[in-house]
T-cell receptor, first 111, second 114 residues
Framework: DAKTTQPPSMDCAEGRAANLPCNHS???????VYWYRQIHSQGPQYIIH???NNETNEMASLIITEDRKSSTLILPHATLRDTAVYYC????????????FGTGTRLQVTL | DAGVIQSPRHEVTEMGQEVTLRCKPI?????LFWYRQTMMRGLELLIY????????DSGMPEDRFSAKMPNASFSTLKIQPSEPRDSAVYFC????????????FGSGTRLTVV
């Protein structure tokens, strides 16, 4: 699976959009981009995933560049409860492949 | 759906004792994963099963660790004998099938070996 690079930490004011970047320059054509988050003391939580088109669900939006070498997770209106470590993972779809977690981005949402 | 259920939530044991962690995956999920999380090493995949069969156990640290899945609704991770360096949070996760599906994680078991 392709490796990903994320900033170690970010801050965001409550109510503002949180934009979390991820670089995956070695991504292959059959690899999906997944985002998970882990709130303190809880298990990781699936957020969203995509292949090449932008995706949106009730939690977030995922913007993938046209060359697929980078992506951005957008939390449109961050709240204090969004404070967590966010993991960007690239993984082959359609196989029994495993999720490999990196170090992620620690997002701190402040008042 | 109750989600992935792990027990116990916390376990404190003495070095050398046997420890058994338990996991009930979401009904209908074909894949089950065991992860370990420590401050030093982050989240590590230990082993995963497909339809109750172990597929990849390359992450199991050593022979002291063993995992079983006797049926589709139950899995165990056993450490015998336990050591202080095994102290970590152990997570179980399940997934419906291979492909572009997200995993659902349990709440974890915090293991402390003294």
């Amino acid at each position: 699976d392709a490796k990903t690079t994320q900033p170690p930490s970010m801050d965001c004011a409550e109510g503002r959009a949180a934009n979390l970047p991820c670089n995956h320059s070695t991504i292959s054509g059959n690899e999906y981009v997944y985002w998970y988050r882990q709130i303190h003391s809880q298990g990781p939580q699936y957020i969203i995933h995509g292949l090449k088109n932008n995706e949106t669900n009730e939690m977030a939006s995922l913007i993938i560049t046209e060359d697929r070498k980078s992506s951005t997770l957008i939390l449109p209106h961050a709240t204090l409860r969004d404070t967590a470590v966010y993991y960007c993972i690239v993984r082959v779809g359609g196989t029994a492949s495993k999720l490999t977690f990196g170090t992620g981005t620690r997002l701190q949402v402040t008042l | 759906d109750a989600g992935v259920i792990q027990s116990p939530r916390h376990e404190v044991t003495e070095m050398g004792q046997e420890v058994t962690l338990r996991c009930k995956p979401i009904s209908g999920h074909d894949y089950l994963f065991w992860y370990r999380q420590t401050m030093m090493r982050g989240l590590e995949l230990l082993i995963y099963f497909n339809n109750n069969v172990p597929i990849d156990d390359s992450g199991m640290p050593e022979d002291r660790f063993s995992a079983k899945m006797p049926n589709a609704s139950f899995s165990t991770l056993k450490i015998q004998p336990s050591e202080p360096r095994d102290s970590a949070v152990y997570f179980c996760a399940s997934s419906p099938r291979a492909g572009s599906y997200g995993y659902t994680f349990g709440s974890g078991t915090r293991l402390t070996v003294v």
